[in-house]
Each structure stands twice: as C-alpha cells, then as structure tokens.
C-alpha cells in the first residue's frame, strides 16, 4: 500500500494557508472550495504555486480535523479572507508515497505509523500530506499519488 518510508530533512519554505476546524463528515465539501480560495487568493496577488498542495494536520481527533490546506508560494503572500501567510520550517520526517483513492489514506498511515514505530522513532502530534497526483490528473485511483510525512521528535 505504500512504498518503503524513508527518514528526510526537508526544508524551510513559504506558504499559504487556511485553518480549518471542521467535523470529519465535512472533508470532502470544503477541500476543493478551500483549495479554489488559496489559489485565487495567491493568483489574485500575482504570486505563483512552489509546488503542490498538501494539507497540514495539526491534532487527529476521530471525528473533527483541525488543519491547514496549504500551497508553498514563490513569494510572501498579504492576508485575505481566510488566507494567512505561513512559513513552513524546516524539520525531519519519516515519508513515504501512498498509490491509491483517497479513501484509503486512513489505512496507509496506520501501515506509517506502525513503521515509525517499529523502528524506534517518536513522531510528532502532526503530518502533512501532499496531493502529488489526483482526480486531476487522472480518473484511474489506482495513479493517485500522496506523500505521506510525519514530523519527528528527536
């Protein structure tokens, strides 16, 4: 299910975001009209994407998810609506890619998780995920593409 994780140093970066607080239920109606308003909001201010998209999952409660759609951008961007500039730092982390439909990422980080685990590393309360391939790019889930990352603590 996911490819063999790996320990990275990543590094610091700019980006843009929003917070949101929301029941779990509700994931599937906010992401793309979140992801519309941080791209509009960057676009609007003539700033470009750095790279993909990825959302920032600050605590894992079974049913409320507290998290950051997040774009890394080229440069600083102003305050607008709900977006907010952000500085990404730089941290180590346990990755890993994930092929498959969204709907199974829940599976793929415990089979992450349980890696960490496994061999001695003690993740942070966060993780990101990174949208490198989607419904955009392709209707087959099976060439979906995620990047898995989970902060350590050292």
Known sequence: MIDTPKVTRTSA?????????????????????????VMGAIADQGIAA?????????????????????????APVSS????????????????????????GLGSAWGELDSWVAANGFTPAEDLWECYLAGPESSPDPSQWRTELNRPLIR
């Open 13 to 37: 970066r700019l980006t843009a975001v929003i917070h949101l607080t929301i029941p779990r239920a509700e994931m599937q109606t906010v992401m793309g009209p979140g992801l519309r308003e």
């Open 50 to 74: 750095a790279g993909p998209w990825f959302t920032h999952h600050l605590r894992m409660a079974p049913d409320i998810f507290d998290f950051e759609i997040c774009v890394p951008v080229t």
């Open 80 to 103: 607008v609506g709900r977006v907010r500039p952000s500085e990404w730092p730089a941290m180590e982390v346990v990755r890993t890619m994930y092929h498959g439909p969204y709907q």
